[in-house]
């Protein structure tokens, strides 16, 4: 068999899938940070605990309520959604008007706070969580032995993407949004209830963050500490892909992992670091990020 | 008159440290250790219950001064670790540093306190280094090593047929020195070790090293890490199909609340080396008890079984000695008097700083085995502590000349 780069092409094929899974993690987490940025102009740091709680979510209404993963795929994102409504409501409305920095640190010393809390109550080594009965074992696809799921987080995640990016740009309600993003006085000016949409868009954004959660729990450990090691990833990926925009951060997302998955085979060492050495060099070239609309 | 006097009194002070002597007026004991990440639950917290818990036993007070103590989160960073350390000797009057887990911080704070003249007393770290090429006179290594867990589990895969290894392995101290002190174990026994691969810490996703090791096709996948690490490793080798196609995970280092966070359905069957199980005898669960009623139900594990021990045996030898300011002398004492606790029965600590005990080769039990919280293992064997840690010789260690 012909190698590739010295690795046979079952194996590169198999990275490449595996790439993609990952890479639909952080799409689906960049993809609420981008929203959440584009219109409220915060770096929501909360984002990670945020995740973190989707999957506790998970687990507590299975573990608490019997309500198994179909339920949580619903319940959690909407329940986290609230909290996140209550956290624009109480907290982040009333420093809209003042500098990027305070958002950020807000947000910062709220997940702090949060992932405190959980590792206080949970510890740290997390809580396992099954995968659905209906999802287990997994398809031989020659090349490599696939679980489906993975399969169906990959499938779902885009699926998520691809709906939300048709909302944004394709419907009355996106458009309200992105004309709020450009300049929310004269929107409101013409009767659109800008301070409402904003929760609601933070409250959106926060639910797919517990959404990519619940995908998460059966595959990797129901931890506090989960959302911590993943966010500065995800903020890495958002930069590359733009601040702010959508499918700037869905497209950099799959490819981010893609091109990290890659690096586990060909320098395993490296695998930590490759996409913030990706992001110095894209920020060299283009600071404002590759599908970024430029410092305008 | 007055000269002489003065010269009267300098003689005096001059004499008196050699008698006995407690540096500030009290002993001062300091937990180093993870307190919030991927370790925090293997050592964190527990570890300064269990220091509290052996400096209570030990009646409060030691050659009749107080006894303090105080902890630290080093982040699992060498440089922040090595700096509390620094400060702590140099201007908080720390006697000795307890537990550090993470070898690549243990092997810093190891230099800091061999400088410093002070104690150092590891329970948390692996490498065992420590006790090898880097043993110091002030160290003790007290609960397990990387050459004892190698040689519980690895010799006894090996026997039983698992002869062809790949290692998935942390990319720092810790994870090197298991995967080498396995991969010669496995090829004494005749085994072959066909590959590794090498992940950072703490890293969420091993799909891509699972591929890689079921496509080495060893019989064997021999995890070489630790915590957060070898949970996600043996989570989603079980999603990936690994066991069921005829490969098996060898768990190199496991400890019980690794067990706990898998839950028994994922983790049956795995078979793995530690030095202590609450469930052992009368001393490890009436210990086990009080832990828990402090530790909101949790058992301790073995790195903190060893804090427990380590802070009883080194009071001993404080209050023995009548004196704390030289470290040296402390650990000589501390090698001079032979050991007893309830938690790991009598024993001693050799020339090179290694504390002896018996090691046990434990397996999972299955769901339906399991009688309580917590009630996970079975023993398999018990290898005398003559035989569980390295020989003395072969470590390298300077002092055991």
Redesign the interface.
Known sequence: MAELLGIPPQ?LF??LL??L??GAFYAILSLGLAVIFGLLNIINFTHGAQYMMGAFGAWMLLNWAGLGYWWALLLAPLLVGAVGILIERLLLARIRELDHLYGLLLTFGLALVIQGLF?NQF??????Y??PEALR??QNLGF??L?N??AWVVGVSLAVCLLTWLVIERTRLGSYLRAATENATLVQAMGVDVPRMITLTYGFGVALAAFAGVLAAP???V?P??GA??IIVVFAVVVIGGMGSILGSILTGFGLGVIE?LT??FW??A??TVIFVIMAIVLLLRPAGLFGRGAG | MLRSALLATAALALALPAAAEISGGKVKIAVLNDQSSLYADITGQGSVVAARLAVEDFGGKVAGVPVEIVFADHQNKPDVGSNIARQWYDTDGVDVIVDVPTSSVALAVNEVTREKNRVFLVSGAATSDLTGAKCSPNTVHWTYDTWALANGTGSAIVQTGGDTWFFLTSDYAFGHALERDTAAVVTKNGGKVLGAVRHPLNNPDFSSYLLQAQGSKAKIIGLANAGGDTINSIKQAAEFGIVAGGQNLAGLLVFITDVHGLGLQTAQGLIFTETFYWDLNDGTRAFSKRFAERMNGRVPTMVQAGVYAAVSHYLKAVDALGSDGDGKAVVEKMKAMPTDDPLFGKGQIRKDGRKLHPAYLFEVKKPAESKGPWDYYKLKATIPADKAFRPLAEGGCPLAG
């Open positions: 194996v198999g990275q595996l790439g899974i990952n590792r510890g740290s080594t997390g809580l396992p099954q995968i074992g997994g490599m032995f679980p799921y993975r595959i990797y450990q931890s500490l989960m090691d993943l998955g586990k085979v395993p060492e695998s930590s």
